[in-house]
């Protein structure tokens, strides 16, 4: 199931049939492989013609309620 959805998802971002990674799927391939503690939303949907579309949310609102763990201390 993880092999077909990275072909999805280097499908659905194009560049990556180019040899080109972008953004969106490193982060999934980071996820996959335990780098990143982000947890990606998706949602698939079946479509008339027997095919289905996966839904991805931005990334950006996952990382944004992501804890920073490089908070400077000001006690020195």
Do not use: N
């Amino acid at each position: 199931m993880l092999k077909h959805l990275i072909i999805i998802i280097l499908l659905l971002c194009g560049s990556g049939v180019r040899g080109q990674v972008t953004e969106p799927a490193m982060l999934w391939l980071k996820v996959i492989r335990g780098e990143r503690s982000y947890k990606f939303p998706t949602a698939v949907t079946a479509t008339p013609d027997g095919g289905f579309t996966v839904s991805i949310q931005s990334a950006s609102a996952t990382t944004s309620r992501h804890p920073h763990h490089h908070k400077r201390q000001s006690g020195w």
